[in-house]
């Protein structure tokens, strides 16, 4: 007889385990596949700003060619100090030279140094001292002076703008 209640008791709490697990599966489901799709959806739109932030082209290493702006001094826009502030700054182009039309270019670019820099400096000028030591700012600055140039010159050949020299006082 306490075989039997001893096996009776044991298979009840076995159908109370099933019960109990297939309740589990059954509220924990929904907001697994909710916490699923949340997951999915975050990565997505990481994945989007990092494709995003990829707008530049991809240039093969042996089709770079760069072209040097030396350094020159530019002053900042007046931030109500009171004090003058200037930057130092070299402009490095990047060109791609399987461009169609990169030989033409690099023969204007040749004679251009003032027009180029002239172009970056109209930029730079309508940024206090505090903006241009901002990281993000800088960025901001190369584009629009890649924007400027690629408007200017009529050409996507000029794909990225960088400062061989930055320093600000």
Not at 32 to 44: E, F, G, P
């Amino acid at each position: 007889m306490k075989k039997n209640l001893i096996t009776v008791i044991i298979l009840a709490l076995c159908v109370v385990n099933l019960i109990l697990n297939v309740m589990i599966v059954f509220v924990c489901m929904p907001s697994a596949k909710k916490t699923n799709n949340l997951i999915t959806q975050i990565a997505a739109v990481l994945n989007l700003e990092l494709e995003s932030d990829d707008a530049q082209p991809n240039v093969a290493l042996e089709n770079i060619a760069t072209y040097n702006v030396e350094a020159q001094v530019i002053n900042l826009k007046d931030d109500g100090s009171g004090e003058n502030h200037y930057v130092q700054v070299g402009i490095t182009l990047e060109l791609d030279n399987s461009s169609k039309d990169y030989e033409s270019l690099n023969t204007v670019l040749q004679g251009a140094q003032g027009p180029v820099f002239d172009e970056a400096r109209n930029i730079i000028q309508g940024y206090t001292y505090a903006e241009v030591t901002d990281q993000a700012t800088q960025e901001k600055i190369k584009k629009q002076i890649l924007d400027s140039l690629q408007k200017k010159y009529a050409t996507q050949c000029i794909y990225r703008v960088s400062f061989s020299k930055f320093t600000t006082q």
